[in-house]
């Protein structure tokens, strides 16, 4: 069996790290207009959502070739 070293399990425990530090910080929204959304922002959200759909199939022909 291969020994695993430091260096290979370094970034996988850092990782572990942030992530259970990060589950202890409480998600907060920072809503400026008394907690109404912004119209600008989800149009943003759709625009980027739909440029995603279309970016995937785009990616899958370009790897396949």
């Known amino acids: 069996m291969k020994k695993i070293s430091l260096n290979q399990s370094l970034p996988f425990i850092v990782l572990m790290a942030v992530a259970i530090v990060a589950i202890f910080i409480p998600a907060v929204a920072n809503f400026n207009d008394g907690g109404k ?3 600008a922002d989800i149009a943003w959200i759709i625009v980027a ?3 995603v759909f279309l970016m ?3 990616l899958a022909f ?3 070739g």
Request: charged letters at 0%; glycine letters at 16%; zero cysteines.
């Open 62 to 64: 370009f790897y396949g």
């Open 56 to 58: 995937t199939p785009g």
């Open 49 to 51: 959502t739909a440029l």
């Open 37 to 39: 959304y912004s119209s």
